[in-house]
């Protein structure tokens, strides 16, 4: 069974970082394709960043140089950098398997704050 638990939102004032992970299990992690996905109040999902397996990513327009995603094979760990935040960075943020949304966690919210 595919089980992804985020962790390490919060609060953050705009101009802050912050930190999260995603613990991933039941698959094999180090051969996936993982993505991070957001969803702010009101609208849908929308990703943020995809990274290979041994590596490469990709990201949106709207987070390209202030986000970093990285793994950790070893650990079977996502997580997602997020740095010189913005209020319109709010959302609810997932871990998903591959590059579809269908296998997500129960995300962690970020509350970027003016």
């Known amino acids: 069974e595919v089980r992804l638990v985020e962790s390490g939102g919060g609060l953050v004032q705009a101009g802050g970082s912050l930190r999260l992970s995603c613990a991933a299990s039941?698959?094999?992690?180090?051969?996936?394709?993982m993505t991070w996905i957001r969803q702010p109040p009101g609208k849908g999902l929308e990703r943020v960043a995809n990274?290979?397996?041994?590596?490469?990513?990709f990201y949106s327009e709207d987070v390209k140089g202030r986000f970093a995603v990285s793994r950790d094979n070893t650990k079977s760990m996502l997580y997602l950098d997020l740095n010189s935040v913005k209020t319109e960075d709010t959302a609810m943020y997932y871990c998903?398997?591959?590059?579809?949304?269908?296998?997500r966690g129960q995300g962690t919210q970020v509350t970027v704050t003016p």
């Open positions: 998903a398997k591959g590059t579809s949304f269908t296998d």
């Open positions: 990274i290979s397996p041994s590596g490469n990513t």
């Open positions: 039941g698959f094999t992690f180090g051969a996936t394709y």
